[in-house]
């Protein structure tokens, strides 16, 4: 199994562009969670999927964030238009069940927004 | 509003020696606990979890113990190795279905 799969690994943009992370579950996992690492704020997460379908997004920062999970194999994160205080570790994550069980980690998407 | 809080950014430790790393919480529902361990340019990776009908949970090299009237979680390594040197995330969640909660990590730096 190859694990959770994002890309990219490392993403620059300027201000005001958009930016699409894009995650890969492991294959038969229901549950996918999009979190991000900040020195400030360590990782939190932002919005959790079950079954394809969003069940908490309370940690959506705000409006120009948005996240679809099209199927069970492919999610993507966006940000439109993208901010210098975006600039984080994005990390996407997925569990066989579950919000509260054992999640595989992806390697994780380093954003830089100048 | 921190829930999960870990107090020590960073911890150094000789190898061979016993690493501890402390995790305390402050919502009382929470009932299940688990450990992840960063390397640097990876995800985090799971490494042990506690129920809260236990207080001790065993494996290998790493221990965690849980002291739910202090509301209090720590992780035993011993004896650290210089592979150990990492991020340590505690995490909590307050039953089935609820989301992880996790604190901003502990550096651990194993000297050889």
């Known amino acids: 199994d190859a694990g959770v799969i994002q890309s990219p690994r490392h993403e620059v943009t300027e201000m005001g562009q958009e930016v699409t992370l894009r995650c890969k579950p492991i294959?038969?996992?229901?549950?996918l969670f999009w979190y991000r690492q900040t020195m400030m704020r360590g990782l939190e997460l932002l919005i959790y999927?079950?079954?394809?379908?969003?069940?908490?997004d309370s940690g959506m920062p705000e409006d120009r964030f948005s996240a679809k999970m099209p199927n069970a194999s492919f999610s993507t994160l966006k940000i439109q238009p993208s901010e210098p205080r975006d600039s984080a570790v994005y990390f996407c994550?997925?569990?066989?069940?579950?919000?509260?069980?054992?999640?595989?980690f992806g390697s994780g998407t380093q954003l830089s927004v100048l | 509003d921190q829930q999960v809080k870990q107090n020590s950014p960073s911890l150094s430790v000789q190898e061979g020696r016993i690493s501890i790393l402390n995790c305390d919480y402050t919502?009382?529902?929470?009932?299940?606990f688990l450990w992840y361990k960063k390397y640097p340019a990876e995800g985090p990776t799971f490494l042990i979890s506690i129920s809260s009908i236990k207080d001790k949970n065993e494996d290998g090299r790493f221990t965690v113990f849980l002291n739910k009237s202090a509301k209090h979680l720590s992780l035993h390594i011993v004896p650290s190795q210089p592979g150990d040197s990492a991020v340590y995330f505690c995490a909590a969640s307050a039953g089935a279905n609820s989301k992880l909660t996790f604190g901003k990590g502990i550096t651990l730096s194993v000297r050889p």
């Open positions: 294959s038969g996992h229901n549950s």
């Open positions: 994550a997925s569990s066989l069940r579950s919000a509260n069980e054992k999640l595989f």
């Open positions: 999927f079950n079954n394809n379908v969003p069940i908490d």
């Open positions: 919502n009382s529902m929470f009932d299940y």
